[in-house]
């Protein structure tokens, strides 16, 4: 992989100006770690970070700016949006959606390269997450090193590595077995419901062949360049898979992307988290603050669940049954119709229902005991560095 040139400063003299163009896929679960991840590198010396999302991401981070297309620095990052052909946010569903939005981020993202070069900010290295295979192609035509930033855990990435490299029949063969254990070079034997979702996919839906091929593209991509990979873990957590994956790819751990609450380097750490959901106007942390201490269930399930009438119904049932105070996240967004029928049925005494919450206040409070998550891995590190015990 080539390494960055540091550029000369813009008096002349030889100062490290190292710039990092860190590209990232504009949904919730993407944003979040790829901000915190911006945030501590611009903290280095002489290096500065522009973080650029899609413009449907943007408009929503920055709601009360007039022109959704302009480029913000908040004293720390600069922000730039790019265009992927389709600015309403929608997925795209089969491969001619996927090339198409390829092709437009490609252009927008060349033309911000080049304006930042013009500009005399010339970007030393580009970095990604995942599913941008744009970046590639940009990083390519400007001879600009690349590093991938993954935002899952190293575990899944050498289970997908591992994957693309002849072990992928053993598990396509068992995806209908889920107390089937693969055994894979480098991790303790893994059962198939262990294994990630796009690879015991059996539908064979557009979208997961368009997510699979992402994923296999990316791996080509390492493989092919020796690409440096940037994963959001730390070592006391992940040690045998980040020991296990060195003989094939150059890799750290950058983690936990979680901003310390309090810290005097991160004074308003909760501003770094982006919400692309409103939180809700009710006021959550003052009916935390009159809740015992660790008496608090909190439940939250990410950004994409869609909760069906029968879901809603069963786990009010659980809540009620176990007695237990509790906060729960319900996106309107995500919401079968007639679900707001059933949520009338929580006790205000005992629980509240929100739309959405800065999760990071919620986790960090002393009246919450017990952290009820889909296990997205944002919410993992998230309870992990508060001490939250999870279900």
Known sequence: MAHAEPEESNNGEQGPCYHFLVAVYGIQGHLNPARTFAHNLAQIKDCTVTLSVPFSG????????????EEINDGVITYIPFSDGNDGGIWPKNTEERMQRRKASSKSLSTIVSRLTASARPVTCMVCTLNMPAVIDVAHEHNIPLAIYWIQPATAFLTYYHYFHGHDKI???????????????????????????????????????????????????????????????????EDVALKALQPYVEIFSVGPAVPPLGSQQWPKASNTQIHLFKPDEENYMEWLNVQPEKSVVYLSFGSLLTYTIKLV???LHGLQDC?????????????????????????????????????????????????????GWNSTLEAIVHGVPMV
Request: charged share 25%; proline share 5%.
């Open 58 to 69: 943007h408009r929503l981070m920055f709601p009360s700016h007039d022109d959704p297309y």
């Open 171 to 237: 598990i396509t063969q068992h995806a209908t077995e889920p107390t089937y254990e693969v055994s894979l070079p480098g991790l303790y034997p893994l059962t198939i419901r262990d294994m990630p979702s796009f690879l015991t996919e059996t539908t064979h839906s557009e979208l997961s062949e368009v997510i699979i091929q992402g994923f296999r593209e990316l791996f080509m991509q390492i493989d092919q360049e020796k690409t440096m990979v940037l994963v959001n873990t730390f070592t006391g957590l």
């Open 313 to 315: 119904e069963e786990i």
């Open 323 to 375: 007695g237990r105070r509790y906060l729960w996240v319900v996106r309107r967004e995500g919401r079968a119709e007639d679900v707001d029928f059933y949520l009338r049925k929580v006790n205000r005494g005992k629980g509240m229902v929100v739309e959405w919450c800065d999760q990071l206040r919620v986790l960090s409070h002393p009246s919450v005991g017990c952290f009820v998550t889909h296990c």
